[in-house]
T-cell receptor, first 116, second 111 residues
Framework: EPEVTQTPSHQVTQMGQEVILRCVPI?????FYWYRQILGQKVEFLVS????????KSEIFDDQFSVERPDGSNFTLKIRSTKLEDSAMYFC??????????????FGEGSRLTVL | KQEVTQIPAALSVPEGENLVLNCSFT??????LQWFRQDPGKGLTSLLL?????REQTSGRLNASLDKSSGRSTLYIAASQPGDSATYLC??????????FGEGTQLTVNP
């Protein structure tokens, strides 16, 4: 069964370092997302991406964050200068829906980021 | 701003029991509602998706209902098993493309 894959599963970094989290969405899906979950808190929306551009972003997604689809399969989240509060589980998701409103979302296993 | 609340926060039941998990949302103008399962330290597994025009969806021992006007959804799990132990999350799409999640219900099914 097709699935969303994420790498790395766990990354430890020093504060101020750049981090890139990678995702391979399901191949025929068109809308891609990043969400995050700080330990013990709700899952929060970061950004959605469609047709090679950001469709929507949350207040969390500031200038330190960026997303990219560098080729036909990968979807990346870059954090330019990590802060302690960026420590969280980051989830990539995708849907075959072209509107992003009505489709079922499929999530990856997550990348745990620990900032020291 | 959409707020999603799930009750109870935690639930412990003996194996074989039927149970109901509750989800409520403050803005009834939703496009869809999705129930997920999350095992500790793992990703989110989609269980059921209910579009705004639908009243319920069923998959195996799971049945989810949606009452948009009252801002409520329930997830019914029949004949619970220890393997059902996990956190169950409810999420809605209200505007744009983002899912707004509840805090989840942590379910423990005891053998």
């Amino acid at each position: 069964e097709p699935e969303v894959t994420q790498t790395p599963s766990h990354q430890v970094t020093q504060m101020g370092q750049e981090v890139i989290l990678r995702c391979v969405p399901i191949s025929n899906h068109l809308y891609f997302y990043w969400y995050r979950q700080i330990l013990g808190q709700k899952v929060e929306f970061l950004v959605s991406f469609y047709n090679n551009e950001i469709s929507e972003k949350s207040e969390i997604f500031d200038d330190q964050f960026s997303v990219e689809r560098p080729d036909g399969s990968n979807f990346t989240l870059k954090i330019r200068s990590t802060k302690l509060e960026d420590s969280a589980m980051y989830f990539c998701a995708s849907t075959p829906s072209t509107s992003g409103k009505t489709g079922e979302l499929f999530f990856g296993e997550g990348s745990r980021l620990t900032v020291l | 701003k959409q707020e999603v609340t799930q009750i109870p926060a935690a639930l412990s039941v003996p194996e074989g029991e039927n149970l109901v998990l509750n989800c409520s949302f403050t803005d009834s103008a939703i496009y869809n509602l999705q129930w997920f399962r999350q095992d500790p330290g793992k990703g989110l597994t989609s269980l059921l998706l209910i579009q705004s025009s639908q009243r319920e969806q069923t998959s195996g021992r799971l049945n989810a209902s949606l009452d948009k006007s009252s801002g409520r959804s329930t997830l019914y799990i029949a004949a619970s098993q220890p393997g059902d132990s996990a956190t169950y999350l409810c999420a809605v799409v209200t505007s744009g493309s983002r899912l707004t999640f509840g805090e989840g219900t942590q379910l423990t099914v005891n053998p």
